[in-house]
């Protein structure tokens, strides 16, 4: 099983990031998928969840209204739409399956550093 994560980057208070990860090792299209982040000093958090046909979506309250979790289970890959960011969503970012904070399959990706500062 592997994740591979990509599109972060510095970027200013208030901008945009569009965050990609591309699955493998298994049947990518059964599985719920989520976004999580870990910031220096912090947790691992769940950031946002989108059920296998994604038809349903559910979000953490501090991104609610500004992130947009999207799937293309043709490509094995799940986006994170990141808009309005603020310095409080500087953190690594991780795809992973299901929504626990315990990975599915016992691994994760190397994840996105995502830097919000001016």
């Known amino acids: 099983v592997q994740f591979v994560e990509s599109g972060g980057g510095l970027v200013q208070p208030g901008g945009s990031l569009r965050l990609s990860c591309v699955s493998s090792?298994?049947?990518?299209?059964?599985?719920?998928m989520s976004w999580y982040r870990q910031a220096p000093g912090k947790e691992r958090e769940l950031v946002a969840t989108?059920?296998?046909?994604?038809?349903?979506?559910d979000y953490a309250d501090s991104v609610k209204g500004r992130f947009t979790i999207s799937r293309d289970n043709a490509k094995n890959t799940v986006f994170l739409q990141m808009n309005s960011l603020k310095p409080d969503d500087t953190a690594v970012y991780y795809c992973?399956?299901?929504?626990?904070?315990?990975?599915?399959?016992?691994?994760w990706g190397q994840g996105t550093q995502v830097t919000v500062s001016s």
């Open positions: 989108i059920t296998s046909n994604g038809g349903s979506t």
């Open positions: 992973n399956v299901g929504r626990g904070l315990t990975p599915f399959f016992g691994s």
């Open positions: 090792g298994f049947i990518f299209s059964i599985y719920m």
